[in-house]
Every structure is written in structure tokens, then in C-alpha cells.
């Protein structure tokens, strides 16, 4: 059964720091990943989709890479801001599993000013 | 503007009085998925449907109920509720035909916080 493991489970930084949030799995068979941001008392916003014949993806100041081989997934936050703080996600989905996406915990990120 | 809504946003019932939770979509979405968060557990996939009249089981199905009469509607109905089923629930959606929703974004309503004493 697929499992998808995130560390950090919480990360602090100073604001205009990079940071790198780390995602991994352990079918490496999987048809996509995607990161996601929720906020407090929200549902989840998709903030990349990176399909399994991709190395990365980049949106802004985001840039999340896959490696499929090794089961790990990278989310690159650069120069980050207070209003970056919120939890991440990211979610696997493997095909031959009966269609499901299978989620990490999370890393609860706080930017402080 | 473009969203999933849930309805309600909180509920708070007793073990085995019926109720069902609301998910519409207003952008045409083929896909439709109902999941669960719990702490320590993260999302879990409950059912999904890949179009109208098509539904399948996700990881954590039993004790729950779905359909998919219209495109724009997925109700999750809880039958008999327990207060294992007390969660914060999440309707999400996707565009695309077949397996190319599975590479579009999901889209998540703003979940529904449920308690079952």
C-alpha cells in the first residue's frame, strides 16, 4: 500500500528565506503528484501538478521536482513571505491502487515577519 | 466564480439520525471526490466518480454513501452515523475526460466540519 511521508512536520523561518519542503513515497509507480496549500479553516488549493514523465514543475515562486525512482518529491519556496504560512501537502496517485490519492501529513510552514 | 461549495459548513448531530452533506461544482468538472481529515491520519479518499452515474470506493468507503445523479452534484450521505465518522469533511473536483482528470488540479471546497455525539 502506497505511503507518502513528509518531513518536516512543521518548519519556522524568517521571511526572505528559501526553503525546501520534502515529500516521499514508496511506490514509485505512480501516475502524478500534486502539492497543495490549506490554510487554517480552508480547503486545500492545488499549487502544482507534476505528472510522472516530468522532473519538475514551476509556478511563480514555486518550483516542485520528482524523482520517481528514488520515491521523493522537492517543493523550492523562494524568498519566502509571511503569507506563505500554511500547511502543505502533497498527494500521490497511483492508477493500479483503484484510482485513490494518497496524502502525506503535511508540513505546517510559519514565515515570520 | 468558480468553486466547489459544501453544505453545511459545520454539523453537529447524534449516533444514527441520517444526514447528508452537499457538494456542487459550477465548473463542469467530470470528476468528484469526497475525503475525510483526521489528525494523525491526513486526507483519506471516501468515494470518488469519474462522471455521472459512475462511482467507486476510495480507501475509507464503509459507512458512507454517494451519488452522482447530475453532474454538478456529489452528496455524501451518512446512513447511520457513529461517532467514528466525526471529522472534517472535504468535496473536491477536476476537469477532464476519463484518466485526463486525474492530471488536471483538484479544486476543494471549504470542508464540513461534522460531529456525531
Known amino acids: 500500500k502506497q505511503e507518502v511521508t513528509q518531513i518536516p512536520a512543521a518548519l519556522s523561518v524568517p521571511e526572505g528565506e528559501n526553503l525546501v519542503l520534502n515529500c516521499s513515497f514508496t511506490?514509485?509507480?505512480?501516475?502524478?503528484l500534486q502539492w497543495f496549500r490549506q490554510d487554517p479553516g480552508k480547503g486545500l488549493t492545488s499549487l502544482l501538478l507534476?505528472?510522472?514523465?516530468?522532473r519538475e514543475q514551476t509556478s511563480g515562486r514555486l518550483n516542485a521536482s520528482l524523482d520517481k525512482s528514488s520515491g521523493r518529491s522537492t517543493l523550492y519556496i523562494a524568498a519566502s513571505q509571511p503569507g506563505d504560512s500554511a500547511t502543505y501537502l502533497c498527494?500521490?496517485?497511483?492508477?493500479?491502487?483503484?484510482?485513490?490519492?494518497?496524502f502525506g501529513g503535511g508540513t505546517r510552514l510559519m514565515v515570520k515577519p | 466564480e468558480a468553486q466547489v461549495t459544501q453544505n453545511p459548513r459545520y454539523l453537529i448531530t447524534v449516533t444514527g439520525k441520517k444526514l447528508t452533506v452537499t457538494c456542487s461544482q459550477n465548473?463542469?468538472?467530470?470528476?468528484m471526490s469526497w475525503y475525510r481529515q483526521d489528525p494523525g491520519l491526513g486526507l483519506r479518499q471516501i468515494y470518488y466518480?469519474?462522471?455521472?452515474?459512475?462511482?467507486d470506493k476510495g480507501d475509507v468507503p464503509e459507512g458512507y454513501k454517494v451519488s452522482r445523479k447530475e453532474k454538478r452534484n456529489f452528496p455524501l450521505i451518512l446512513e447511520s452515523p457513529s461517532p467514528n465518522q466525526t471529522s472534517l469533511y472535504f468535496c473536491?473536483?477536476?476537469?477532464?475526460?476519463?484518466?485526463?482528470?486525474?492530471?488536471?488540479?483538484?479544486?476543494f471546497g471549504n470542508g464540513t466540519r461534522l460531529t456525531v455525539t
Open positions: 465548473m463542469n468538472h467530470e470528476y
Open positions: 466518480s469519474m462522471n455521472v452515474e459512475v462511482t
Open positions: 507534476i505528472q510522472s514523465s516530468q
Open positions: 473536491a473536483s477536476s476537469s477532464g475526460h476519463g484518466t485526463g482528470s486525474y492530471n488536471s488540479p483538484l479544486h
Open positions: 498527494a500521490v496517485l497511483v492508477l493500479s491502487a483503484g484510482n485513490m490519492l494518497t
Open positions: 511506490d514509485s509507480a505512480i501516475y502524478n
